[in-house]
């Protein structure tokens, strides 16, 4: 926390609209901000990830323990850290945008996780639609449209072997405590994103 020394009161500016803002402000502001979202950053993911316990919606186990044994399935077959990471996170915008969920998470993790994880979770969805969009009356091959990326083959076996097949009540799945140091791990890195604003 900045003080102000005369007073020993918490700096603030004194502006109301950031147009007024200073050089000086900007630079008091923004290690504020960085230091107390990066602080608080994997303990409000971990309450997201609690929000997707609860119902099943027909499946036999809930979203939140679909994400544990993604994670422990890449875990258990020694994928990198930053693909973990992702197969926990995969579907954690599923409560708040569910519409797009799979590019929702795949923002999430854009400044912290490689290239190839980033991509794969963005396009995850229509990716798992070769296992059901079929049954509705869509495209099971949507996902072809990407047969040039140099993760498609990536995101296949993401689908396959973490997620189309992670809804298993009797797999031994891990639980979240395995994961947290590896989330620290990733979201503790600088962002690799250019020039991103605090606010």
Request: with cysteine; glycine share 8%; net charge negative.
């Amino acid at each position: 926390m900045s003080l102000d020394q005369s007073s020993g009161q918490e700096r603030t500016v004194t502006w109301t609209a950031m147009a007024d803002g200073t050089q000086a402000d900007d630079e008091m502001l923004t290690p504020r901000f960085e230091e107390h979202v990066r602080g608080g950053l994997v303990e409000n993911l971990v309450q997201l990830l609690g929000l997707l316990k609860g119902p099943k919606l027909g499946y036999q186990i809930d979203r939140f323990d679909h994400s544990l044994q993604s994670a422990s399935r890449a875990l258990r077959n020694d994928e990198r850290v930053d693909l973990v990471v992702g197969a926990l996170l995969h579907d954690i915008a599923d409560g708040f945008a569910p519409e797009n969920h799979s590019e929702a998470a795949a923002a999430l993790l854009a400044p912290y996780v490689d290239d190839e994880t980033h991509w794969v979770i963005k396009h995850h969805g229509v990716f798992q639609g070769y296992y059901y969009f079929h049954h509705l009356g869509g495209d099971r091959d949507a996902r072809d449209q990407y047969l040039e990326s140099p993760y498609y083959q990536a995101s296949v076996e993401f689908c396959a072997e973490y997620d189309q097949n992670c809804f298993d009540p009797a797999y031994d799945t891990l639980p979240l405590d395995t994961f947290v140091p590896m989330m620290h791990e990733v979201f503790s890195r600088p962002s690799r994103l250019p020039g991103v604003a605090a606010l």
